[in-house]
Structures are given as structure tokens and as C-alpha cells.
């Protein structure tokens, strides 16, 4: 029997492309990948085509979600990484040769920001007593009153809260087959995140239901942005939503230096940026909200003692008062909220 025999055509197909790769360099033919490594937004990467004989017609370069346009320069293809996601992309080249065969080659490349984080002080002012019972997913402020969101199957309500002692004003409890999330007023309408129950459900300011709109992942955090909300999912995504459309709409996709930013939780705008609780971190990242870039971290740690509340969960909820430029910052399940000013730190 012959050993062909043996060959399957996906192994017959490496063999013969290998061989002619190999042809083409001693040729004087050849495509040279970038070395592997992390690159950031800044970033030029260069492929290398050497072609003495002009045998090539033509080169493709693309991912699973975009065709990239490069700039070729006599051996050198320069591709800008400012197109690419944050974390790995596997990156395709198809090299087109004029007698109609195609050369195709791929590599990985790992994308972080180029924006190293400033830091930001949290300076406490005071504190309001909070429901040791809530288990808070989501914070707003609005004319002069703090709304809160908190979870759990069978246990989730909305509240009004006075922002000087503490009370509760006003209370629903919502639907108990619903896990509620994060939430966010725009023109006196409140709209409110669901979990995993694929639900965005629009109230008016006293908590009477008006609609429900279909949302495709899961909800996690949200906050307003002019006549729109920014939504995130648990993931490095947070997406646009028109209410006046009911759709969503855009993604922004987050890095740091570092890579992909997860887990990102409750949101609040706060002086044309986003911030971000990131789940189980008492941190709070502030988002560039055109390129998805962390310009800044905010070291919450100190807000909370953990070995005097041991029962205090993670932290969730960020509110903001533009007149004032007072935050509010809770947890889940903590007994207080904090009235902060910002610093921003060296």
C-alpha cells in the first residue's frame, strides 16, 4: 500500500501549500509576519512581502469582523492597529499571485490601550444610612432624590431615597419572577435593566410601568448619556440604546493597558466620561466614551471595612449630582452610602 494512502486531503493540502510557499521563497518570493507580542492602539504592525519577480496581484488583510486597508511600501505592508479589538484578534493575510493562486497566511495579535490610567481621589464628605437589605444594583440621581435598583428573584424593588438621612420615600416591589439591575431617569423616565431575562422595562419617576423593549444579552449596569443610555453586560461591552427608537444600537469595546476590561458592572456619566463599578473590585474605571479607553482608575478601597462589615458584598452603585458634583457610592447589601468629591491625582 502506499504511504499516500494513508494522507488525508487536509494534510495533502498543508503539504503542497508548504511546498509552494517554499518554491516562492527560494524564488525570491516571501511573507513575513509580525513577531507575536502585545500592541497598542498606537501601533502600526508590518508585514513583509518580498516580490522580486512581481508575481503578486494583490493582498488581503482581515479579521473575522473587518477587511483592513494598508498602506504598501515597497516590501513593507503597514496595517494601523487602531482598527482592531482590544485582547486577540487572529488576523488573516491572502496574498493573490497573478497565475491565480492565493497564498494565505495568519497570525495573532494581542491589542491594549496607549493610555496609561491617572488616578483619582475619592474625598469623603458624609454619610447616609442605607438598607442593609438592599442588595443594590443600580444608583441615580434625579431632582434632588437618589433612585435606587436592587436584585434578587422575588426580592427586587425600586426606592426613592431622601440623600440627607437616609429614608426611604418611596417603594415598589417589582415583578417577582424578575432579577433587577441597573437603572437610569432620562426627562423623567426610568428605565431598568433586568438580568438574564432579556427584558429592559420603562417606568415613569413614581414607578408605574409604561413598556417593556426585548434586550439581547444579559443587563448588568446603565447609565444616561444625553437622550441616550449606555448599557453594559457583565462583559468588556457596553452598548448604546435610543429610547426614542427602542434599539440598540452601537458597541464600545474597553481596554486598559493591559487588554479587554471585564466584568464591567453598574455605570454612571460623570463629567463626559463613564464610569464603571467592575464586579468584585472595589474600583471604579473611567471610560472614554468614543474609544472605549480607560483614562482613568479610581481606588474606592477605603470607602469600606471589610473586616467590620464582613457581610457587605461587592461594590454597586454610582450616583452623581451635577450641581454639587457630589458622588454617591454604595455596595450591595452596605450600610451606608458615601458622599464623595473627586480629586484627580497626580
Not at 486577540?88 to 493562486?101: A, F, P, W
Not at 435598583?149 to 429614608?167: A, M
Request: proline share 3%.
Amino acid at each position: 500500500m502506499r504511504i499516500t494512502g494513508f494522507i488525508n486531503d487536509n494534510i495533502k493540502s498543508i503539504i503542497v501549500s508548504a511546498v509552494i510557499i517554499s518554491l516562492f521563497s527560494s524564488c525570491g518570493f516571501y511573507v513575513r509576519l509580525p513577531g507575536y507580542e502585545k500592541y497598542s492602539y498606537s501601533d502600526t504592525l508590518v508585514i513583509r512581502i518580498k516580490d522580486s519577480k512581481e508575481r503578486m496581484d494583490s493582498v488581503g488583510v482581515f479579521t473575522s469582523y473587518k477587511l483592513f486597508p494598508g498602506e504598501y511600501d515597497n516590501e513593507n505592508l503597514f496595517i494601523a492597529c487602531s482598527g482592531f479589538y482590544p485582547g486577540y484578534n487572529r488576523v488573516y493575510v491572502d496574498v493573490y499571485l497573478k497565475n491565480g493562486r492565493v497564498i494565505k497566511k495568519d497570525f495573532d495579535v494581542f491589542i491594549v490601550s496607549d493610555v496609561v490610567p491617572d488616578s483619582i481621589i475619592l474625598k469623603e464628605k458624609r454619610i447616609i444610612i442605607h438598607d442593609t437589605s438592599s442588595f443594590t444594583q443600580g444608583l441615580v440621581w434625579h431632582n434632588g432624590l437618589l433612585y435606587e435598583s436592587t436584585g434578587l428573584k422575588g426580592h427586587s424593588e425600586l426606592k426613592i431615597i431622601d440623600p440627607w438621612d437616609g429614608k426611604v420615600l418611596r417603594r415598589k416591589k417589582t415583578d417577582v419572577n424578575l432579577f433587577n439591575e441597573g437603572i437610569s431617569i432620562i426627562k423623567d423616565t426610568l428605565y431598568q435593566l433586568t438580568w438574564k431575562d432579556s427584558l429592559l422595562i420603562v417606568y415613569d419617576t413614581l414607578f408605574n410601568e409604561q413598556y417593556r423593549v426585548f434586550n439581547p444579552v444579559e443587563g448588568w449596569g446603565m447609565c444616561s448619556a444625553g437622550d441616550s443610555l449606555c448599557v453594559s453586560n457583565g462583559t468588556d461591552f457596553i452598548m448604546g440604546f435610543n429610547p426614542l427608537m427602542k434599539t440598540f444600537t452601537d458597541t464600545l469595546r474597553v481596554a486598559d493597558q493591559y487588554g479587554p476590561v471585564m466584568y464591567i458592572n453598574e455605570l454612571e456619566w460623570i463629567e463626559n466620561a463613564i464610569w464603571a463599578n467592575i464586579y468584585d473590585k472595589d474600583l471604579i474605571y473611567v471610560i472614554n466614551p468614543v474609544n472605549g479607553k480607560v483614562e482613568a482608575v479610581v481606588n474606592a478601597k477605603e470607602l469600606i471595612d471589610r473586616n467590620k462589615y464582613p457581610f457587605a458584598g461587592v461594590m454597586n452603585g454610582i450616583a452623581y449630582d451635577k450641581k454639587t458634583k457630589n458622588v454617591y457610592l454604595t455596595g450591595k447589601n452596605w450600610p451606608f452610602i458615601k458622599v464623595c468629591t473627586i480629586d484627580f491625582g497626580d
